[in-house]
């Protein structure tokens, strides 16, 4: 698994169409619904207007809807939020939205002016006026940059920017020169594609990308199967291929390695699966790669001194299994330089290994220019650890930073010696820090304001015994002086998947939204998540993932039984994976909850391998193709689940048409059968937005009010 994010397009199959009986279609078999899987066709659209109509009308018209909606918007658009920027010798650039630019403007200013209270930013690029220059729903997406130094000093930042229509994955990405704030005439360009890139000079670019527009170049998951070297001056398809990976791959990608003297080494990672993988190096791009002896599971963190930075997601043991057995969860050096030289089976060193209720978060692993910081987990809490690399060898310690939230690094870089580190807690707002490695020095830059009233509210965790006998841990935020009586209207929020952690974090929409009004929020850390390493994660997969709805289960029994709350005043929310969630559990434990919000979910899992992005994610859930793994999703599929005899409660569906990551079929598909049963439900697609759902700042405020208002009809207006 590496850092980028793995979403891509799936063409979707044939389906052998078949009917259990005349009157009662088995959706095992046949699926009446697969219109809707036409994302923009006449019928599913006119279908969508009618739901998005119904569902606005009866929660905007709502009393409490416009206060939601007002809080929101003006959190959303505060002005003394913090602007957290990337340094570029000696400047900071950050990407910013407001009232005043929606779709955001990206800026900079001097290292010295960023940290005063109000700083001079200077424009350097504003997307609302290229989309409107242009006549396009732009949506940035971020930035690849290489900083080329020249002899006489001068520095030169060249940036691939990508940009969506309307917020889709895929991106057009052209070529602009940061230094002098213009697009480079004649630069590299990159049509609309899910395109992936790395500089390996400022004249030679490494891509992997939809070569020819015409999908022949995708692998059956639709991710890119060639990445190639493209230098300046040539035509794209005149570009030098590097490697060419398997069809039933989900993909290729490229990267370039940064060694020890300052030179780039072009590498190409072979994707077997969204957790197994391959690197290949290329010293000779003339010549074939050469493979370099990883565990197949990993995570990479960069590059330092030299070696190759990684986490280890399986037990492993380099050499062949004849060297030292490094634990899944521990951050290894790979010896670069020893291995282009000499040594093929190469020198690899333990770097950190975390202690049994610790973890890794080796996603956020970062590299400076005299040390790597690797963010930690310490039962669901946040710490930094600082390595370094000299004479004595590997040291590791763990540094001086707040306690008892969420730490992330905010940016770093190999040609930089400041980092910058956020902190944030349930009650604690977002505080920014400088870091410099080399003297340890920590001074807190900028902090937000208070968002909402946390003086009377407090944070507590608690452990629930799953079915098994495990312990799942969970916070919850309420009032102080809450009643035992099982009255409190109660948001519990899980995830659990794809090794992603659920940590302390500061949200202003929440607090003003529902805890400052009575709300209890609750976080669930179930497994499939990464909040206890590896192990953790792998405990849910395929075929044991019943295990992950166990445990949030399992938390909701404890806050009952604790008198906490009640269903008639429990609530549930997730999204993505989370939204799958959502829908087991309508589907399984019905009578848990009163309100149910389920964000651009996943809920065919018998054809979800079919749409979009979920070829990638069979390593995940399971195949419909394997028969054992057919028989699981069928049990669990919440959309196969479904019973038109059965009582649930009305949830809350919320996708977005343009989602290229989670097909939006998945979220109608399962409100059509709550409308072909005569059953209540709230649906609610967003024309704009992809997989986040919202395309600016106004959507998310409109968003969460919505939310906000379903979750307050159903569980603070009961009795």
């Given at each position: 698994?590496?850092?980028?994010?793995?979403a891509?397009?799936?063409?979707?199959?044939?389906?052998?169409?078949?009917?259990?009986?005349e009157?009662?279609?088995?959706f095992?078999?046949t699926d009446?619904?697969i219109?809707?899987?036409?994302?923009?066709?006449?019928?599913?659209l006119?279908?969508?207007?009618?739901q998005n109509?119904?569902?606005?009308?009866?929660?905007?018209k709502?009393?409490?809807?416009?206060?939601?909606?007002?809080?929101a918007?003006?959190i959303i658009?505060?002005?003394?939020?913090?602007?957290?920027?990337?340094?570029?010798?000696?400047?900071?650039?950050?990407?910013?939205?407001?009232?005043?630019?929606v779709?955001?403007?990206?800026?900079?200013?001097?290292?010295?002016?960023?940290?005063?209270p109000?700083?001079?930013?200077?424009?350097?690029?504003d997307?609302?006026?290229?989309a409107?220059?242009?006549?396009?729903?732009?949506?940035?997406?971020?930035?690849?940059?290489?900083?080329?130094?020249a002899?006489a000093?001068?520095?030169?930042v060249?940036?691939?920017?990508?940009?969506?229509?309307g917020?889709k994955?895929?991106?057009?990405?052209?070529?602009?020169?940061?230094?002098?704030k213009?697009?480079?005439k004649?630069?590299f360009?990159?049509?609309?594609?899910?395109?992936y890139?790395?500089?390996?000079?400022?004249?030679?670019l490494?891509?992997?990308?939809?070569w020819?527009?015409?999908?022949?170049?995708?692998s059956?998951?639709?991710y890119p199967?060639?990445?190639k070297?493209?230098?300046?001056?040539?035509?794209?398809a005149?570009?030098?291929l590097?490697?060419?990976?398997?069809?039933a791959d989900?993909?290729?990608?490229?990267?370039?390695?940064?060694?020890?003297?300052?030179?780039y080494?072009?590498?190409?990672?072979?994707?077997?699966?969204?957790?197994?993988?391959?690197l290949?190096?290329?010293?000779?791009?003339?010549?074939?790669g050469?493979r370099?002896?990883?565990?197949?599971?990993?995570?990479?963190?960069?590059?330092?001194?030299?070696?190759?930075?990684?986490?280890?997601?399986?037990?492993?043991q380099?050499?062949?299994?004849?060297?030292?057995?490094?634990?899944?969860?521990?951050?290894?050096?790979?010896?670069?330089n020893?291995?282009?030289?000499a040594?093929?089976?190469?020198?690899?060193?333990?770097l950190?290994?975390?202690?049994?209720r610790?973890?890794?978060?080796?996603?956020?692993v970062?590299?400076?220019?005299?040390?790597?910081?690797?963010?930690v987990?310490?039962?669901?809490r946040?710490?930094?650890?600082?390595?370094?690399?000299?004479?004595?060898?590997?040291?590791?310690?763990?540094?001086?930073?707040?306690?008892?939230?969420?730490?992330?690094?905010?940016f770093?870089d190999?040609?930089?010696?400041?980092?910058?580190?956020?902190y944030?807690?349930?009650?604690?707002?977002?505080?920014?820090?400088?870091?410099?490695?080399?003297?340890?020095?920590?001074?807190?830059?900028?902090?937000?304001?208070?968002?909402?009233?946390a003086?009377?509210?407090?944070?507590?965790?608690?452990?629930?015994?799953?079915?098994?006998?495990?312990?799942?841990?969970?916070?919850?935020?309420?009032?102080?002086?809450?009643?035992l009586?099982?009255?409190?209207?109660?948001?519990?929020?899980?995830?659990?998947?794809?090794?992603?952690?659920?940590?302390?974090?500061?949200s202003?929409?929440?607090?003003?939204?529902w805890?400052?009004?009575?709300?209890?929020?609750?976080?669930a850390?179930?497994?499939?998540?990464?909040?206890?390493?590896p192990?953790?994660?792998?405990?849910?997969?395929?075929?044991?993932?019943?295990?992950?709805?166990?445990?949030?289960?399992?938390?909701?029994?404890?806050?009952?039984?604790?008198?906490?709350?009640?269903?008639q005043?429990?609530?549930?929310?997730g999204?993505?994976?989370?939204?799958?969630?959502?829908?087991?559990?309508?589907?399984?434990?019905?009578?848990l909850?009163n309100?149910?919000?389920?964000q651009?979910?996943?809920?065919?899992?018998l054809?979800?391998?079919?749409?979009?992005a979920?070829?990638?994610?069979?390593?995940?859930?399971?195949s419909?193709?394997v028969?054992e793994?057919?028989?699981?999703?069928?049990?669990?599929?919440p959309?196969?689940?479904?019973?038109?005899?059965?009582?649930?409660?009305?949830?809350?569906?919320?996708?977005?048409?343009?989602?290229d990551?989670?097909h939006?079929?998945?979220?109608?598909?399962?409100?059509?059968?709550?409308?072909?049963?005569?059953?209540?439900?709230?649906?609610?697609?967003?024309?704009?937005?992809?997989?986040?759902?919202?395309?600016n700042?106004?959507?998310?405020?409109?968003?969460?009010?919505?939310?906000f208002t379903?979750?307050?009809?159903?569980?603070?207006?009961?009795?």
């Open positions: 698994m590496k850092k980028y994010l793995i891509t397009v799936l063409t979707v199959m044939p389906w052998a169409y078949g009917m259990a009986d009157t009662t279609p088995d095992t078999v009446p619904n219109w809707m899987e036409k994302v923009e066709s006449e019928r599913s006119s279908w969508v207007k009618k109509s119904r569902t606005l009308t009866q929660l905007q709502d009393p409490v809807y416009q206060d939601l909606f007002s809080k918007e003006a658009n505060i002005e003394e939020r913090i602007p957290e920027g990337t340094i570029r010798n000696g400047e900071v650039y950050n990407f910013w939205q407001d009232a005043d630019h779709r955001g403007i990206l800026r900079k200013t001097t290292w010295d002016s960023y940290q005063t109000s700083p001079a930013w200077q424009t350097v690029l997307i609302d006026q290229l409107e220059s242009e006549q396009k729903n732009w949506v940035y997406k971020g930035s690849e940059c290489f900083t080329a130094h002899a000093g001068n520095v030169s060249h940036c691939m920017m990508s940009l969506s229509d917020g994955d895929a991106a057009v990405q052209r070529e602009f020169n940061l230094t002098e213009r697009w480079v004649d630069g360009s990159l049509p609309e594609a899910k395109s890139v790395a500089w390996l000079s400022p004249d030679q490494l891509v992997a990308t939809d020819g527009s015409d999908g022949s170049t995708l059956e998951s639709g199967t060639e990445v070297l493209w230098k300046r001056g040539t035509p794209a005149e570009a030098t590097l490697y060419r990976g398997e069809s989900l993909g290729a990608f490229p990267m370039a390695l940064r060694l020890a003297e300052g030179r080494l072009a590498a190409a990672w072979r994707e077997e699966n969204f957790w197994e993988s391959a290949y190096v290329y010293p000779d791009p003339a010549k074939p050469i370099i002896p990883l565990p197949r599971q990993l995570t990479h963190g960069g590059e330092f001194d030299g070696h190759f930075i990684f986490t280890t997601q399986q037990d492993w380099p050499q062949g299994g004849q060297g030292p057995l490094f634990i899944a969860g521990s951050v290894l050096a790979l010896d670069l020893a291995f282009l030289t040594d093929r089976d190469a020198r690899v060193s333990l950190y290994q975390p202690g049994p610790q973890a890794v978060q080796a996603t956020q970062e590299i400076t220019r005299s040390a790597i910081l690797v963010p987990t310490d039962n669901v946040g710490t930094l650890v600082k390595i370094t690399h000299g004479e004595a060898g590997w040291q590791a310690r763990t540094l001086d930073f707040p306690a008892n939230g969420r730490l992330g690094i905010a770093a190999a040609d930089e010696d400041l980092a910058l580190v956020q944030e807690g349930f009650l604690t707002p977002d505080s920014l820090m400088s870091y410099n490695p080399v003297n340890d020095d920590i001074r807190t830059l900028k902090s937000l304001p208070v968002q909402f009233d003086s009377d509210l407090m944070v507590e965790q608690f452990e629930a015994p799953s079915s098994d006998g495990t312990l799942i841990p969970y916070f919850l935020v309420h009032k102080k002086d809450i009643p009586d099982g009255t409190t209207p109660t948001l519990l929020y899980g995830y659990g998947g794809f090794q992603v952690s659920m940590q302390p974090f500061y202003g929409l929440n607090g003003k939204l805890l400052e009004r009575g709300g209890a929020y609750v976080l850390n179930i497994r499939g998540g990464g909040e206890f390493g192990q953790w994660h792998q405990a849910g997969l395929k075929t044991q993932r019943q295990i992950i709805y166990d445990d949030f289960i399992a938390v909701a029994e404890q806050l009952i039984a604790k008198k906490i709350t009640t269903p005043h429990l609530g549930i929310m999204g993505s994976n989370g939204g799958l969630l959502m829908g087991v559990m309508l589907t399984q434990r019905p009578d909850w309100a149910v919000v389920i651009v979910p996943l809920l065919d899992m054809r979800y391998h079919l749409l979009l979920g070829a990638s994610w069979v390593g995940e859930y399971g419909p193709d028969p793994e057919r028989a699981w999703l069928e049990k669990m599929s959309y196969h689940n479904f019973h038109s005899d059965k009582d649930y409660p009305e949830p809350f569906f919320l996708t977005s048409t343009k989602d990551r989670v939006p079929a998945h979220a109608r598909k399962m409100a059509k059968r709550f409308e072909d049963a005569g059953k209540p439900f709230l649906y609610y697609e967003n024309t704009d937005g992809g997989h986040s759902a919202a395309a700042l106004q959507e998310v405020a409109k968003r969460k009010a919505l939310e379903y979750l307050t009809g159903k569980l603070m207006s009961q009795p």
